[in-house]
């Protein structure tokens, strides 16, 4: 999907909702970059919505941010601002800011996007 197309019209509001299918994960994948694991369900959102780059994004900065290294549990948001602009906010569960980015440029498809990563492993909510 090019940026001209990726108007508000053609907007998923939640992408958790259409992914919320995935329950528990039977394998595992292994993120390169990062030596850290991600799930089934995180594996279709990337392949299918076309954001590996998310996945990576995220994959990295919980292997080498220092302030992420110590949390065991993380909420990972994406939010869209405007146009192709994105919010990537990372916190504790608890409201504890942890990191926070700008996209200044995606063609993702959705409003929002929440993951969750736990003890090594990246996974949509429904996969916990």
Not at 44 to 72: G, T
Not at 101 to 109: A, Q
Request: net charge negative; charged share 25%.
């Amino acid at each position: 999907m090019n940026a001209s197309s990726n108007g508000s019209s053609n907007r998923i509001p939640n992408l958790n909702q259409q992914l919320a299918h995935f329950t528990g994960s039977e394998s595992y994948y292994r993120h390169m970059l990062s030596r850290l694991y991600y799930t089934e369900g995180v594996q279709y959102m990337a392949e299918h919505y076309r954001c590996y780059w998310l996945v990576d994004k995220i994959l990295i900065e919980a292997a080498l941010n220092k302030n992420l290294l110590k949390e065991d549990f993380q909420v990972w948001k994406l939010t869209w601002l405007r146009e192709d602009v994105f919010e990537l906010h990372c916190s504790d569960g608890n409201d504890r800011e942890l990191f926070k980015e700008i996209i200044p440029y995606s063609d993702f498809v959705a409003d929002y996007l929440t993951l969750w990563f736990s003890d090594g492993v990246l996974l949509l909510p429904s996969e916990y």
